[in-house]
Structures are given as C-alpha cells and as structure tokens.
C-alpha cells in the first residue's frame, strides 16, 4: 500500500473515499478477499471479484488537491484509468516477487518471465488490456525502475497522512 500511495492518484482517492484509517484491518481483509477471488477462486468467481472491484473504483474520482510532480493540483484522477490500474497492478507484481525472494531462493529468468505472463491475467481481472502492460519480464522491470525515478510518482500530503497512520497502527 505504502508503494501504491506514490502515485498522486491513488492517494488522493484512498484519502477522499477509503475506509483504511477508520478501518485498515477490514480494509486488509476486504483487499485480500478480492485478490484470493481474483487468483485462487473458481472462474466464475474470479470474475464476480473483479466486478465488484471495478465498479468500487468507478466511484472513486475526483480532483487532485495539491502539485504533485507532474499532475497539476486540481487535475481530474479516476481509479479505473489506465495509469491508475497500471501503477497498482505493478505495485502488486513487484511487491509479490521481492517478498518471494526474500524468503525463497529467487527465480530464474525463465521463471520470472513465467511469473509476469500469469500475472497479465491478474491485470485484465483489474480492467487493463494486453497493449496496456509491458509484453515480457524485461519491459516490466525496465519500466518499473522508470517509473520509481519518474516524475509520475509523487508523495503528496494524503500520502504522507496516511502512511503515517497506516504505520502509527490507526484503527488496529
């Protein structure tokens, strides 16, 4: 989460309509119920998981309320637009792989470019098309680290309010 907070967008919408500070463990566990659909359930309920999913997020819009490296206070965010779904997806993919390296031996390339294959499925269940990701392992990555160094990326002060709470243990 504190990854996904980088991203103007996704900070302004988790601050303006999210539940975490008044509720982050229900929070966690709805996050997690739609990812264990999403990944581990049945195809029908893959698919109920990600439209409940999409049709959350297309409440969640709004106006930026501060600069935030490129995007210009008062700029429009929506949580279902691409850039929005694509940083969030990628977060996730990410996040995923240092843990398992953490833990387990690391994967090979061969395993990696497997890893990510599969995990372009979990990004159309987001609402993303093929031509909206990277094609391998390689480009992903690639355009991962661009993203870390870009100017797409902005802690704003939502961001920080949050990860502050988030990590000062609010509503636990």
């Known amino acids: 989460m504190l990854l996904q907070l980088a991203h103007p967008w996704v900070a302004a919408g988790i601050a303006e309509h999210s539940r975490t500070l008044r509720d982050p463990v229900g929070r966690f566990h709805g996050t ?24 959350r997020h297309a409440h ?26 694509r940083w969030v997806h990628a977060t996730l993919v990410d996040t995923a792989l240092v843990a398992h390296d953490l833990m387990l031996p690391p994967l090979s390339a061969a395993e ?4 990510y294959a599969e995990s372009t499925v979990l ?16 480009e992903f990555a690639a355009e991962f680290d661009a993203m870390l160094g870009s100017d797409r990326l902005a802690v704003t002060g939502a961001a920080r309010a949050i990860a502050a709470e988030v990590l000062a243990g609010a509503g636990s």
Do not use: C, K
Request: hydrophobic share 45%; glycine share 12%.
């Open 123 to 138: 990004g159309a269940m987001f609402g993303l098309e093929p031509e909206d990701l990277p094609r391998t392992w390689a």
């Open 112 to 115: 990696r470019e497997r890893y």
């Open 32 to 55: 997690f119920a739609v990812m264990y659909a999403l990944v581990f359930g049945s195809l029908d309920q893959a698919f109920g998981a990600a439209r409940r999913l999409h049709g």
């Open 60 to 85: 969640v819009r709004g106006v930026l309320p501060e600069d935030a490296g490129r995007h210009a206070g008062g700029s429009p965010y929506r949580a279902n637009a691409v850039p929005a779904l």
